[in-house]
């Protein structure tokens, strides 16, 4: 009987063992069908869909971590040793440059390209540069966004930064620039025009002053990504014209012009 007994316990402890390895195995095929996207709160909108679309034909997870690019940069200079993120998605590819300097980048795809544009709050009637510097207030996302460190500079080289300057309200990101329009906390925004079109009931106008403010989208794997292969094989499919790039056309979003 001791025998039988001492035996049971080495055939139940042997299937414990298995059982913890299979749930070792499970989580190991989970976790590396995952991807740490850094990306633009820009590019919410085709991302999400891209995320969906690549997961139903490859079965890998997009895990995306939207904010503002230079915040994104910092994250991916400082990555969680445990689990880098794999590419980098920022919402201009001077962040890439920047990126590659620290020797953070590994490839790395034009996507699609982007301009700036006014969106005004419900009922304002802002018709030109004029019009606009006699708001008490208009939202314009901080230099940690993309959209905030290129109108700045825009404005800078043309003279009138200056004049812009003291009526803006800062923002985080460009998507808070653009609620603050829609709920009428200031009377206008300056975004990204993929964005304004996600709020189909305010007005955006395009102003030539704001004119040459044009980000290029590019995407990037990171040297420092866990799962190198699979991101090279996701960028792949994030720049091919069969792959991500309608989702952008979709979500108005300009195609890059050689």
């Given at each position: 009987?001791?025998?039988?007994?001492?035996?049971?316990?080495?055939?139940?402890?042997?299937?414990?063992?298995?059982?913890?390895?299979?749930?070792?195995?499970?989580?190991?095929?989970?976790?590396?069908?995952?991807?740490?996207?850094?990306?633009?709160?820009?590019?919410?909108?085709?991302?999400?869909?891209?995320?969906?679309?690549?997961?139903?034909?490859?079965?890998?997870?997009?895990?995306?971590?939207?904010?503002?690019?230079?915040?994104?940069?910092?994250?991916?200079?400082?990555?969680?040793?445990?689990?880098?993120?794999?590419?980098?998605?920022?919402?201009?590819?001077?962040?890439?440059?920047?990126?590659?300097?620290?020797?953070?980048?590994?490839?790395?795809?034009?996507?699609?390209?982007?301009?700036?544009?006014?969106?005004?709050?419900?009922?304002?009637?802002?018709?030109?540069?004029?019009?606009?510097?006699?708001?008490?207030?208009?939202?314009?996302?901080?230099?940690?966004?993309?959209i905030g460190r290129m109108t700045r500079q825009h404005l800078q080289r043309s003279g009138r930064w200056t004049a812009f300057e003291p009526i803006i309200r800062g923002a985080a990101n460009v998507s808070?620039?653009?609620?603050?329009?829609?709920?009428?906390?200031?009377?206008?925004?300056?975004?990204?025009?993929?964005?304004?079109?996600?709020?189909?009931?305010?007005?955006?106008?395009?102003?030539?002053?704001?004119?040459?403010?044009?980000?290029?989208?590019?995407?990037?794997?990171?040297?420092?990504?866990?799962?190198?292969?699979?991101?090279?094989?996701?960028?792949?499919y994030l720049a091919d014209a069969d792959g991500g790039k309608p989702r952008f056309r979709e979500a108005h979003f300009r195609p890059v012009t050689p």
């Amino acid at each position: 009987m001791r025998s039988f007994a001492v035996g049971s316990l080495v055939v139940a402890v042997a299937a414990v063992a298995v059982l913890v390895s299979r749930e070792q195995d499970f989580q190991h095929r989970r976790t590396s069908a995952q991807l740490v996207v850094l990306a633009a709160s820009s590019l919410r909108g085709p991302m999400s869909k891209i995320a969906d679309d690549y997961r139903l034909r490859t079965g890998t997870e997009l895990i995306l971590i939207y904010g503002a690019s230079e915040d994104l940069l910092a994250r991916a200079r400082l990555p969680d040793a445990g689990d880098p993120p794999d590419l980098f998605l920022p919402a201009d590819e001077s962040y890439i440059a920047d990126a590659a300097r620290h020797g953070l980048i590994g490839r790395s795809e034009p996507i699609a390209t982007m301009r700036a544009t006014m969106l005004l709050a419900p009922g304002c009637r802002v018709e030109s540069w004029n019009d606009l510097l006699r708001c008490h207030g208009v939202s314009l996302a901080n230099d940690a966004a993309a959209i905030g460190r290129m109108t700045r500079q825009h404005l800078q080289r043309s003279g009138r930064w200056t004049a812009f300057e003291p009526i803006i309200r800062g923002a985080a990101n460009v998507s808070d620039s653009a609620n603050a329009a829609k709920i009428g906390a200031v009377e206008a925004a300056i975004v990204w025009e993929p964005v304004a079109r996600l709020h189909p009931t305010l007005i955006a106008r395009p102003i030539d002053e704001l004119d040459g403010i044009v980000a290029i989208v590019r995407a990037a794997t990171l040297n420092g990504s866990k799962r190198s292969r699979e991101a090279e094989e996701f960028l792949k499919y994030l720049a091919d014209a069969d792959g991500g790039k309608p989702r952008f056309r979709e979500a108005h979003f300009r195609p890059v012009t050689p």
